[in-house]
């Protein structure tokens, strides 16, 4: 089999491309920057430069291949800027139309598309499936819900055999920067607060979101989406706990009421729009984190046979390892 993979470089993109190859697979990797690609060079991955934005670079990339992994995209959640929602829409939307676009009408078995489930915003619901209405607040969040309406519609074209994955919040050793390493770094200083009442996080292991990857091209339904998360809630509570364990550190943990969180986070966003730039957290962000969403991966298990085996405690160890062998934390 031959693959296409847009992102190869990016944290789930590597692990992504060394389950492929180590199953015998044809990878060829589209990349911005063929230096970053070297471990999957010596891999034996076909790297390929070329930049999603710019479609005359990527003339062709699809030629031969058995399936697509569109991974390619920019994130930044608390972007408040024009010129960072510029760019997530001209990554996230116009890259994707442009890959797909490569691939209309070519013999590909299946293109798997990387959403998110940020794609979802607030939807009002606490257990959430792929009936939920989409309801994006932030440009990040909107950006992956536009990106996914572009899928849908080269699929309703006929143009593509296209499905989409939404995984939650991933992590897993091998990723520098995200929204889990910055739970971490938070967690460590001491600024994030105790929550009022259980709040979930979900999260779901890069080993299972690869593992859903591979399942989505072999069994997954074109024109269909599929949520990815974790074998079981997670409560901030116990995040926090587990780093903090793991980090050998007691830092503070002071109770602040959702209200007041809410209130600093429009301060903090007030200020940093003022002076133009983009703030460390948003009002968006708190109502997220404190809407206490899990996801149900029924579907998921169901017609693509997607295992959540990784158990959450025992991932978060193993990452804030990671984390700090690479002086990250």
């Given at each position: ?190 600024v994030f607060p105790r929550l009022p009442g259980r709040v979930l996080v979900p999260m779901v292991h890069v080993k299972d979101v690869v593992a859903g990857a591979i399942a989505a091209f072999e069994r997954g339904v074109p024109g269909e989406t599929y949520l990815m998360a974790g074998s079981r809630p997670v409560s901030i509570h ?70 959540s085996s990784v158990d959450p405690e025992e991932g978060v160890r193993e990452t804030v390892r990671y984390f700090v062998d690479e002086g990250l934390l």
């Amino acid at each position: 089999m031959r693959a296409l993979i847009t992102g190869a470089t990016g944290f789930v993109g590597r692990h992504l491309v060394r389950e492929l190859r180590a199953h015998g697979w044809e990878c060829r990797c589209l990349t911005r920057n063929a230096k970053k690609a070297l471990d999957l060079e010596r891999l034996g991955a076909d790297i390929r430069r070329g930049d999603v934005t710019d479609h005359p670079s990527i003339s062709g990339i699809a030629e031969g291949v058995d399936a697509v992994f569109h991974l390619a995209a920019y994130g930044n959640v608390a972007a408040v800027s024009d010129e960072e929602n510029t760019k997530m829409h001209r990554v996230n939307v116009d890259g994707t139309a442009n890959v797909l676009a490569e691939c209309a009408g070519k013999p590909i078995s299946r293109f798997v598309h990387f959403s998110s489930t940020a794609a979802l915003g607030c939807t009002g619901r606490n257990c959430i499936d792929e009936t939920a209405l989409c309801r994006p607040l932030t440009a990040y969040q909107r950006s992956k819900f536009e990106s996914e309406k572009v899928v849908s519609e080269f699929w309703l074209r006929d143009l593509v055999p296209a499905v989409i994955v939404r995984p939650c919040m991933i992590y897993g050793p091998g990723s520098g920067q995200g929204a889990f390493l910055k739970f971490c770094r938070m967690f460590k200083r001491g600024v994030f607060p105790r929550l009022p009442g259980r709040v979930l996080v979900p999260m779901v292991h890069v080993k299972d979101v690869v593992a859903g990857a591979i399942a989505a091209f072999e069994r997954g339904v074109p024109g269909e989406t599929y949520l990815m998360a974790g074998s079981r809630p997670v409560s901030i509570h116990d995040l926090r706990r587990w780093v903090v364990d793991a980090l050998d550190v007691s830092p503070p943990y002071v109770w602040m009421p959702g209200a007041a969180l809410m209130v600093a986070a429009w301060g903090v966003e007030t200020v940093y729009r003022v002076l133009r730039r983009d703030p460390p957290v948003t009002l968006a962000n708190v109502r997220m984190t404190l809407s206490s969403r899990q996801f149900n991966t029924g579907k998921a298990e169901r017609e693509i046979g997607f295992v959540s085996s990784v158990d959450p405690e025992e991932g978060v160890r193993e990452t804030v390892r990671y984390f700090v062998d690479e002086g990250l934390l």
